[in-house]
């Protein structure tokens, strides 16, 4: 779910509160300046070309018009501090979001993907994911925003606002999940070819669901169960991939794409472009130019046999 | 005494009067000049209009200096690029109809998206208007010529050869591909390598180049060529609206074309200026690029507002009510509008309590603008109306503008735009402002002045056919991108995924930009047929009250042969009053009233310069440079010879102008 209109946190909720008051004031405004528009529009008599101007106007003020749009326009006026007040009010509100026992998570944000950090006080707890953010229900959440290349937001319409990550600046959101859920993100700053294709998800689930979740991210990647997984990850270690990808647990170390630690866990693929199933994934790692054009992953040629063992050792990493 | 007469004929001078000075006139040495009577005779009207007509032939063309031939090539090179940059949109829209659609892949998608912004905001919004108050703006204030002719003349070409370099970098691939904003690092040399920002940057340069100096020239005009009699408060609306709206540009460009020149220095000489990791900062674009883009907006939006006073008081048959608020409105706009540019920055992270203060500016610049709708309001309620196409046009502004104000009012507030910031709600608006508060306007006011300059009429028929088609399809197209945006389509995406459960909004969207485009089709084909099929105009169409009006349509090439005397705001409708026009002013040559700037008394004769290719050919030049200085930057070096040469015969003293001009002095 992605909608301004349904929210899932205070956050949200509190927005989607001020959205309620200024589209009912701004509707009142729009039918009532448009019926004064038609009633004019309606009641002034017809005229043509030759019709002899009225030049009362030049020679005397209209005090009864005057006084009108003097009325109209301390109304507006009026109205309009109302919404800016209404407008500061939301501000205080989603400052005050309580942040006790907050949940840490580093943000960066990669052309076109996402890389998420837990933070924790003990070193051997923080654990990285990608594009996937799993978060407690009813916890607060801080975000670290960082961005590794060039300007992106990170939007999730049912959560929270939105926040640019800036090169060279860090900057914070806070929300709170109240609902659990699915929640999809997406970049929301133009950030170049992919700009469409890098979405997220925020998972919200039960704390206990959480907490387990949390631990098995913390672990390293599972050691190969059959010889095709172990085929797999041979072919894996041996190739161009770990120049970019880090899994846990193994020789794999890179830092450049999406950690695979546990990629079999994830629902898509490559920022949101592809379910994440063994035909996508294959059909990913042999061609991700033809279904993210301008991804930095270049494609790999396998044999049939080697990429059914690639594609089960990475789906088996949970 | 030894003025440029005197000076020896050089070998330059010989060139130049083979090639330029002899294209126009023969000789008048320095006999006494003709001088107009009041009313003048067919002889006068007959010589001055051969005195200040453009030369023919070739290089008669483009040497043209008048400001009727400058504005209508300015006004109709602006609609091209209208018409450019809407077909790109039909493009994106068709693109959009069905999620992960194939039919634009990225790279040709983020181009079309660029092209069409800056084709827009660059190319077509702020240049049509201010090259419609080239065409109007001497003719409504009563005055023979634009002021800076040449200079006119040289802003004119500066901007065909910028809009005609970025369109041909895109034919060949190269288009710019960051978007109209261009914001840094994306738009930055490690990450937009090769020459395709570099084209962007630079056509800020020709456009912003012409803007400026098209500003000065019409302060110029504005301040010093006024009709005698036409005071500060008689001057119509219209005038007052592009005065406000030449002083915005010169405030607010000068930003913008700092902030393309250090990115160019940034991408082609290695300055850091907008690099985070050298001790630069990916903000200071933004807050450049606002502080000139968001009173950019209202320097499209107050010449619509000049139109619509215009001609609401036409077909309202009376002056628009509240003359002084309705100038003071536009004033306080233009103030307003330099303090509100953060609010496209609320998503960065600023001082919250700093956001405030742009939040109430934002919602405080609604005030001058409720001031004005509630004004024109009473004037349609107290006129008569005469119900024609002109008229339909503008009133569109009242349904499509309120609605897209209010939604600018939405985006004011930060909580509020930190949902729906940078996402199709925000092109809803955008498009509801823009589009209904300058473009219907505006093709209002190009089918109102239509007649004055071709003589005829366009077609009321297919003017309503367009009017129709174009309204319903543009709520057809707009109107459901607010909605998409609350469900969370982000701006400047090329495809979508299915399951998003945005297709059905989309595709009528899509439907609706095909509607709007047939309206606009059909305004063009009518604007095409009316030239020769229209029915004849006469002078005065519409019973207008503002001097234009007042002369032939369309009008002598010196528009007014006898200068008029203006006596109150609607000259046309009140009563003739002693003096009605000034004698005495010669008509054989080149001469204006220059009048105060307050006042408007007479203050004294100018002698105006001749057609000459020299702006032509500086403008060559500096494109030569520009365009160059994409490439290497030694181009800035080598290319300043050029357009010093042009530059120092544009303004080399030519003996017979010189005899002339003293002729002119000595004369009784």
Same mark, same amino acid.
């Given at each position: 779910?992605?909608?301004?209109?349904?929210?899932?946190?205070?956050?949200?909720?509190?927005?989607?509160?001020?959205?309620?008051?200024?589209?009912?004031?701004?509707?009142?405004?729009?039918?009532?300046?448009?019926?004064?528009?038609?009633?004019?529009?309606?009641?002034?008599?017809?005229?043509?070309?030759?019709?002899?101007?009225?030049?009362?106007?030049?020679?005397?003020?209209?005090?009864?018009?005057?006084?009108?749009?003097?009325?109209?326009?301390?109304?507006?006026?009026?109205?309009?501090?109302?919404?800016?007040?209404?407008?500061?009010?939301?501000?205080?509100?989603?400052?005050?979001?309580?942040?006790?026992?907050?949940?840490?998570?580093?943000?960066?944000?990669?052309?076109?993907?996402?890389?998420?950090?837990?933070?924790?006080?003990?070193?051997?707890?923080?654990?990285?994911?990608?594009? =996937?953010?799993?978060?407690?229900?009813?916890?607060?959440?801080?975000?670290?925003?960082?961005?590794?290349?060039?300007?992106?937001?990170?939007?999730?319409?049912?959560?929270?606002?939105?926040?640019?990550?800036?090169?060279?600046?860090?900057?914070?959101?806070?929300?709170?999940?109240?609902?659990?859920?699915?929640?999809?993100?997406?970049?929301? =700053?133009?950030?170049?070819?992919?700009?469409?294709?890098?979405?997220?998800?925020?998972?919200?689930?039960?704390?206990?669901?959480?907490?387990?979740?949390?631990?098995?991210?913390?672990?390293?990647?599972?050691?190969?169960?059959?010889?095709?997984?172990?085929?797999?990850?041979?072919?894996?270690?041996?190739?161009?991939?770990?120049?970019?990808?880090?899994?846990?647990?193994?020789?794999?170390?890179?830092?450049?794409?999406?950690?695979?630690?546990?990629?079999?866990?994830?629902?898509?693929?490559?920022?949101?472009?592809?379910?994440?199933?063994?035909?996508?994934?294959?059909?990913?790692?042999?061609?991700?130019?033809?279904?993210?054009?301008?991804?930095?992953?270049?494609?790999?040629?396998?044999?049939?046999?080697?990429?059914?063992?690639?594609?089960?050792?990475?789906?088996?990493? =949970? | 005494?030894?003025?440029?007469?005197?000076?020896?004929?050089?070998?330059?001078?010989?060139?130049?009067?083979?090639?330029?000075?002899?294209?126009?006139?023969?000789?008048?040495?320095?006999?006494?000049?003709?001088? #107009?009577?009041?009313?003048?005779?067919?002889?006068?009207?007959?010589?001055?209009?051969?005195?200040?007509?453009?030369?023919?032939?070739?290089?008669?063309? /483009?040497?043209?200096?008048?400001?009727?031939?400058?504005?209508?090539?300015?006004?109709?090179?602006?609609? !091209?690029?209208?018409?450019?940059?809407?077909?790109?949109?039909?493009?994106?829209?068709?693109?959009?109809?069905?999620?992960?659609?194939?039919?634009?892949?990225?790279?040709?998608?983020?181009?079309?998206?660029?092209?069409? !912004?800056?084709?827009?905001?660059?190319?077509?919004?702020?240049?049509?208007?201010?090259?419609?108050?080239?065409?109007?703006?001497?003719?409504?204030?009563?005055?023979?010529?634009?002021?800076?002719?040449?200079?006119?003349?040289?802003?004119?070409? @500066?901007? /065909?050869?910028?809009?005609?370099?970025?369109?041909?970098?895109?034919?060949? #691939?190269?288009?710019?591909?960051?978007?109209?904003?261009?914001?840094?690092?994306?738009?930055?040399?490690?990450?937009?390598?090769?020459?395709?920002?570099?084209?962007?940057?630079?056509?800020?340069?020709?456009?912003?180049?012409?803007?400026?100096?098209?500003?000065?020239? /019409?302060?110029?005009?504005?301040?010093?060529?006024?009709?005698?009699?036409?005071?500060?408060?008689?001057?119509?609306?219209?005038?007052?609206?592009?005065?406000?709206?030449?002083?915005?540009?010169?405030?607010?460009?000068?930003?913008?074309?700092?902030?393309?020149?250090?990115?160019?220095?940034?991408?082609? @000489?290695?300055?850091?200026?907008?690099?985070?990791?050298? %001790?630069?900062?990916?903000?200071?674009?933004?807050?450049?690029?606002?502080?000139? !883009?968001?009173?950019?907006?209202?320097?499209?939006?107050?010449?619509?507002?000049?139109?619509?006073?215009?001609?609401?008081?036409?077909?309202?048959?009376?002056?628009?009510?509240?003359?002084?608020?309705?100038?003071?409105?536009?004033?306080?706009?233009?103030?307003?509008?330099?303090?509100?540019?953060?609010?496209?920055?609320?998503?960065?992270?600023?001082?919250?309590? %700093?956001?405030?203060?742009?939040?109430?500016?934002?919602?405080?610049?609604?005030?001058?603008?409720?001031?004005?709708?509630?004004?024109?309001?009473?004037?349609?309620?107290?006129?008569?109306?005469?119900?024609?196409?002109?008229?339909?046009?503008?009133?569109?502004?009242?349904?499509?503008?309120?609605?897209?104000?209010?939604?600018?009012?939405?985006?004011?507030?930060?909580?509020?735009?930190?949902? @729906?910031?940078?996402?199709?709600?925000?092109?809803?608006?955008?498009?509801?402002?823009?589009?209904?508060?300058?473009?219907?306007?505006?093709?209002?006011?190009?089918?109102?002045?239509?007649?004055?300059?071709?003589?005829?009429?366009?077609?009321?028929?297919? %003017?309503?056919?367009?009017?129709?088609?174009?309204?319903?399809?543009?709520?057809?197209?707009?109107?459901?991108?607010?909605?998409?945006?609350?469900?969370?389509?982000?701006?400047?995406?090329?495809?979508?995924?299915?399951?998003?459960?945005?297709?059905?909004?989309?595709?009528?969207?899509?439907?609706?930009?095909?509607?709007?485009?047939?309206?606009?089709?059909?305004?063009?084909?009518?604007?095409?047929?009316?030239?020769?099929?229209?029915?004849?105009?006469?002078?005065?169409?519409?019973?207008?009250?503002?001097?234009?009006?007042?002369?032939?349509?369309?009008?002598?090439?010196?528009?007014?042969?006898?200068?008029? @005397?203006?006596?109150?705001?609607?000259?046309?409708?009140?009563?003739?009053?002693?003096?009605?026009?000034?004698?005495?002013?010669?008509?054989?040559?080149?001469?204006?009233?220059?009048?105060?700037?307050?006042?408007?008394?007479?203050?004294?004769?100018?002698?105006?310069?001749?057609?000459?290719?020299?702006?032509?050919?500086?403008?060559?030049?500096?494109?030569?440079?520009?365009?160059?200085?994409?490439?290497?930057?030694?181009?800035?070096?080598?290319?300043?010879?050029?357009?010093?040469?042009?530059?120092?015969?544009?303004?080399?003293?030519?003996?017979?102008?010189?005899?002339?001009?003293?002729?002119?002095?000595?004369?009784?």
């Amino acid at each position: 779910m992605q909608d301004v209109l349904h929210s899932a946190g205070v956050q949200a909720g509190h927005i989607l509160d001020l959205w309620r008051l200024m589209l009912g004031v701004c509707a009142v405004v729009f039918a009532a300046v448009l019926l004064a528009f038609l009633w004019a529009v309606l009641r002034a008599p017809r005229a043509g070309r030759d019709t002899s101007p009225d030049l009362s106007a030049l020679q005397h003020n209209e005090p009864r018009l005057l006084r009108r749009v003097a009325w109209a326009t301390a109304l507006s006026t009026l109205l309009l501090f109302g919404l800016v007040g209404a407008s500061v009010w939301t501000d205080r509100a989603l400052a005050q979001l309580p942040l006790h026992g907050a949940l840490h998570v580093r943000v960066t944000a990669h052309q076109w993907w996402w890389d998420l950090q837990y933070d924790d006080a003990e070193p051997s707890r923080i654990f990285t994911t990608a594009n =996937e953010l799993h978060v407690p229900v009813g916890r607060p959440v801080i975000l670290t925003l960082l961005s590794d290349d060039v300007i992106h937001s990170f939007w999730v319409p049912s959560l929270a606002g939105k926040k640019d990550l800036i090169p060279g600046r860090t900057a914070q959101l806070q929300f709170r999940a109240d609902r659990a859920g699915t929640y999809r993100g997406q970049c929301a =700053e133009f950030c170049g070819a992919q700009h469409a294709r890098m979405a997220f998800r925020v998972i919200a689930e039960e704390p206990a669901a959480y907490e387990a979740w949390a631990a098995r991210q913390r672990q390293p990647a599972a050691p190969p169960a059959d010889a095709l997984r172990q085929r797999g990850q041979q072919l894996f270690l041996a190739g161009t991939c770990v120049m970019c990808h880090n899994v846990g647990g193994t020789d794999a170390t890179g830092r450049r794409a999406p950690d695979l630690t546990h990629l079999g866990s994830r629902q898509t693929l490559a920022a949101g472009t592809l379910p994440n199933a063994p035909e996508p994934l294959a059909a990913w790692i042999r061609d991700p130019q033809s279904h993210k054009p301008g991804t930095n992953m270049p494609g790999h040629d396998y044999s049939p046999e080697d990429m059914q063992a690639l594609v089960a050792w990475l789906r088996g990493l =949970e | 005494m030894s003025g440029p007469a005197e000076l020896p004929p050089t070998a330059l001078q010989a060139a130049f009067d083979r090639a330029s000075a002899d294209l126009a006139f023969p000789a008048p040495d320095d006999r006494p000049p003709v001088l #107009n009577d009041v009313p003048p005779s067919a002889e006068q009207e007959s010589l001055l209009d051969r005195s200040w007509r453009d030369p023919p032939g070739l290089l008669g063309a /483009l040497s043209a200096i008048n400001h009727k031939t400058i504005g209508r090539r300015f006004v109709l090179t602006a609609l !091209g690029f209208f018409i450019a940059g809407g077909l790109l949109a039909a493009l994106m829209r068709l693109q959009l109809a069905r999620p992960d659609s194939q039919l634009v892949g990225p790279d040709l998608y983020n181009q079309l998206f660029t092209m069409h !912004g800056t084709t827009m905001m660059f190319l077509f919004a702020v240049p049509v208007m201010q090259a419609m108050a080239v065409l109007l703006v001497p003719l409504m204030i009563g005055a023979r010529s634009i002021a800076f002719p040449r200079m006119n003349a040289y802003a004119y070409w @500066v901007y /065909l050869f910028g809009g005609l370099m970025l369109y041909g970098a895109f034919l060949l #691939n190269i288009g710019p591909d960051t978007g109209w904003f261009a914001y840094v690092p994306l738009s930055g040399p490690e990450h937009s390598p090769g020459k395709r920002v570099d084209f962007w940057a630079q056509m800020i340069t020709f456009t912003e180049l012409s803007a400026l100096l098209e500003a000065v020239i /019409l302060i110029t005009t504005v301040f010093k060529l006024r009709a005698p009699g036409m005071t500060l408060n008689r001057m119509p609306l219209y005038v007052w609206a592009m005065l406000v709206t030449s002083f915005m540009v010169m405030f607010a460009m000068p930003a913008v074309m700092f902030a393309s020149t250090a990115l160019i220095t940034d991408r082609l @000489v290695g300055t850091h200026f907008y690099n985070p990791r050298e %001790g630069g900062d990916a903000l200071l674009w933004q807050h450049l690029f606002w502080f000139f !883009g968001h009173p950019e907006v209202y320097l499209i939006f107050i010449p619509g507002l000049g139109f619509l006073s215009a001609v609401i008081a036409t077909f309202a048959r009376r002056p628009v009510f509240g003359y002084p608020a309705m100038v003071l409105s536009l004033i306080a706009t233009a103030f307003l509008a330099f303090g509100l540019w953060v609010h496209h920055m609320f998503a960065t992270p600023l001082p919250e309590l %700093g956001k405030s203060f742009f939040t109430a500016m934002s919602m405080l610049i609604a005030v001058p603008t409720a001031v004005q709708i509630f004004c024109w309001i009473a004037t349609l309620a107290t006129g008569r109306l005469h119900w024609k196409t002109p008229l339909l046009f503008v009133l569109a502004f009242f349904a499509v503008l309120l609605l897209g104000g209010l939604s600018g009012l939405m985006l004011a507030s930060v909580p509020l735009d930190l949902q @729906v910031h940078d996402s199709y709600f925000v092109v809803a608006h955008l498009h509801y402002v823009l589009i209904g508060g300058a473009v219907f306007p505006l093709i209002g006011a190009v089918i109102y002045w239509y007649p004055k300059f071709t003589g005829r009429l366009m077609s009321e028929r297919l %003017g309503r056919w367009s009017f129709w088609l174009a309204f319903v399809g543009f709520n057809l197209a707009f109107f459901p991108m607010h909605h998409l945006g609350l469900h969370g389509m982000p701006r400047r995406v090329y495809t979508y995924p299915a399951e998003s459960g945005w297709q059905a909004l989309n595709l009528l969207a899509t439907g609706g930009a095909l509607v709007l485009a047939a309206g606009m089709a059909l305004f063009f084909i009518n604007l095409w047929r009316s030239r020769r099929h229209g029915e004849p105009a006469g002078a005065d169409p519409w019973g207008g009250g503002t001097l234009e009006w007042a002369t032939a349509s369309p009008p002598n090439a010196g528009n007014f042969c006898a200068v008029p @005397v203006v006596h109150g705001r609607e000259p046309l409708w009140q009563a003739a009053t002693e003096p009605v026009a000034v004698a005495g002013l010669a008509v054989d040559r080149r001469e204006v009233l220059v009048s105060t700037t307050l006042e408007a008394h007479p203050d004294h004769r100018l002698s105006f310069p001749v057609p000459t290719p020299w702006p032509f050919a500086g403008a060559l030049a500096t494109a030569a440079l520009f365009i160059g200085s994409i490439f290497t930057p030694w181009a800035v070096v080598w290319g300043m010879v050029p357009v010093a040469i042009a530059l120092t015969l544009w303004f080399w003293p030519r003996r017979r102008k010189t005899a002339e001009d003293l002729a002119l002095e000595t004369a009784p």
